[in-house]
């Protein structure tokens, strides 16, 4: 089958310019002004839209279950919402498994229940839970079996001590990973909620960004980065960033050589530790981690993203329900189900608040959303650009369609979301994924199991950006 897409201005990371692209057996074959409409079967029109890399989120758990509590969409609805949303590939970071579970664990499970479930391309994470010699050597094989990445956490309860780090970080660099991190101090997190325990006030989320201060972000970046130093200069990818302290250390040592990546997500862009002040238990929606900072931080991240100092906005997209929430956190928040859902409105946020603010240019959006994590996480070149032999993942962006997001329009199977009342501009109107129609015009077109699991590159495809 092939497709035309005709009329459209086409955005990549470096370029703007009017093209019709030709695709041929789910890959681009063609880029170029007025192609012969007869050497296709089907036109597209992009008539007044952009034409852009299909979008690419490199931060999701679609499909977290914690035992007592799961998810609300899981794979299947989880990818609905990201191809409504102009997303059509995603690497999920799965969740713990079993204690001293084999590194292969929790990736061969996930495999396993996204394979007949989801509508758009996927890669896992690796994680890492506990480090033994079984773990350190299964991590070769992993990265030869297209996950080269794995997730490190500095808190929670698989979190790793520094002599562990060293030795993940060292190889996975070797095998040709990139190990990523979720950067907070678990000791200052663990003394300031004891605190506010002791003192009885656990019912107050406002209590939630101050048992998790900025500092402690900072003070886990600053660390990872010292910590890369000590094995070999091991590249690392800071996964959620929300802080400008931390923003700051990664510049500094961005400026002496680090190979750090950065990633940030619209809820740290866009909203400010002022939700958990609103008036009623909706305050309890906001429950995340890292949580929600000061509009000081929120500019700084904007700023980091014009710069080139942070590289992606991923989600981070965690559909605990509201009612989730309340059950479990109104009477402590601390038991709280954390995180939000977002994949579906990353894109048309970022556009609105990005592009049409002024704070992002077009290019610079085509690459915080799709080349930068293709290439970073080693999805490129098959996703993340418009070029010659690359899948025919396009999102036609029509910059005229008006929202007001609300979960009456969004297809995220979770019962709310945190940017509920945002005025957007800007919606994707047609998404395709290797050249076949995943929705058009807010229909689904896509069957389950329609995505493919994406083989990821190894990080010697790295290239600097
Ligand atoms: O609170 C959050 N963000 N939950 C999801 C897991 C994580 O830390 O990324
Ligand atoms: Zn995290
Ligand atoms: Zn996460």
């Known amino acids: 089958m092939s497709r035309l897409v005709a009329g459209g201005t086409v955005v990549t990371a470096t370029k703007t310019f009017q093209s019709d692209i030709l695709i041929e057996e789910g890959r681009i074959v063609g880029i170029g002004e007025n192609i012969d409409r007869k050497s296709s079967q089907e036109i597209v029109d992009a008539t007044g839209c952009y034409v852009m890399p299909g979008a690419i989120d490199v931060h999701t758990h679609l499909n977290l279950n914690l035992g007592e509590e799961k998810v609300s969409d899981g794979f299947y609805h989880g990818s609905v919402a990201a191809a409504h949303g102009g997303t059509t590939s995603i690497v999920e970071h799965p969740g713990f498994g079993p204690a001293h579970c084999a590194l292969n664990h929790q990736m061969d499970l996930y495999r396993d229940q996204a394979k007949d479930e989801m509508v758009v391309d996927y890669g896992f994470h690796g994680v890492v839970q506990h480090v033994d010699e079984h ?163 929120c500019d700084a991240l904007w700023e980091g993203l014009a710069d080139g100092s942070i590289d992606v906005v991923a989600t981070d997209h965690c559909s605990f329900s509201f009612a989730q929430k309340l059950k479990n956190g109104k009477t402590d928040i601390f038991k709280a189900p954390g995180g939000i859902p977002g994949v579906e409105t990353r894109v048309p946020l970022l556009f609105s608040e990005g592009v049409l603010k002024n704070r992002i240019d077009l290019n610079r959006f085509v690459q915080l959303v799709a080349t930068n994590p293709a290439t970073i996480m080693g999805l490129a070149p098959q996703k993340g650009s418009i070029d010659i032999g690359s899948d025919a993942d396009l999102m036609i962006f029509d910059p005229e369609i008006e929202k007001i997001i609300s979960t009456q329009v969004l297809h995220q199977h979770v019962d709310y979301t945190p940017f509920a009342g945002m005025r957007v501009k800007g919606w994707p109107k047609t998404v395709l994924l290797r050249g076949e129609v995943l929705v058009c015009d807010g229909k689904l077109s896509a069957t389950k199991g329609f995505g493919r699991f994406i083989n990821r590159r190894k990080n010697k495809y790295l290239v600097k950006v």
């Open 135 to 297: 773990v350190l050597s299964a991590i070769k094989g992993l990265t030869a079996t297209g996950i080269s990445s794995l997730k490190v956490y500095l808190t929670y309860g698989g979190r790793l001590g520094d002599e562990d780090i060293i030795k993940v970080m060292k190889a996975t660099h070797a095998a040709g990973g990139l190990t990523a991190f979720h950067a907070e101090n678990h000791a200052i997190i663990g003394e300031l909620t004891q605190e506010i325990r002791d003192k009885g006030d656990i019912t107050d989320p406002a209590n939630h960004p101050r048992s998790r201060p900025d500092y402690s972000e900072a003070e886990a970046v600053n660390r990872l980065i010292a910590l890369s130093r000590a094995a070999g200069n091991a590249p690392i990818y800071i996964v959620h960033l929300s802080t400008a302290s931390g923003l700051e250390i990664i510049k500094e040592a961005r400026r002496n050589g680090f190979q750090i990546h950065v990633e940030t997500c619209p809820q740290y862009l866009t909203l400010t530790e002022s939700c958990y002040q609103e008036a009623d238990n909706k305050r309890l929606q906001y429950i995340m981690s890292p949580p929600l900072r000061t509009q000081k931080d």
